[in-house]
């Protein structure tokens, strides 16, 4: 089982950056993809962003290309979401997750592992 341990939320303006880090602990090697989703109040959890083992590949949701970015440290076991351009409907609490293999994917059954989300808020 991997812990991870969400951390860089926090309150900004439209238009504003944020960078979100996930601190993976508990298995031996970070030897697997890791990805982001979000849930806005009232609504499902969605795909924001995955990326592969090595951080040679990767995937985004339409709604966050161009403006977001997802990068990993495996010497940290830590995985980043870079937000820019924030806009008012990326509100919502972003949860770090661990894939059950080393390839990214965007369904959130391929992910085994979860954090406990941090909170990101933008103002208009």
């Known amino acids: 089982q991997v812990q991870l341990v969400e951390s860089g939320g926090g309150l900004v303006q439209a238009g504003g950056s944020l960078r979100l880090s996930c601190a993976a602990s508990?298995?031996?090697?970070?030897?697997?993809?890791m990805g982001w989703f979000r849930q806005a109040p009232g609504k499902e959890r969605q795909f924001v962003a995955s990326?592969?083992?090595?951080?040679?590949?990767?995937k985004y949701a339409d709604s966050v290309k161009g403006r977001f970015t997802i990068s990993r440290d495996n010497a940290k076991t830590t995985v980043y979401l870079h937000m820019n351009s924030l806009k008012p409907e990326d509100t919502a609490i972003y949860y770090c997750?661990?894939?059950?293999?080393?390839?990214?994917?965007?369904?959130?059954?391929?992910?085994?592992?979860w954090g406990q989300g941090t909170q990101v808020t933008v103002s208009s």
């Open positions: 997750a661990a894939g059950q293999s080393g390839y990214p994917t965007i369904r959130q059954t391929d992910f085994g592992s």
């Open positions: 508990g298995r031996t090697s970070f030897n697997y993809a």
């Open positions: 990326i592969s083992w090595s951080g040679d590949s990767s």
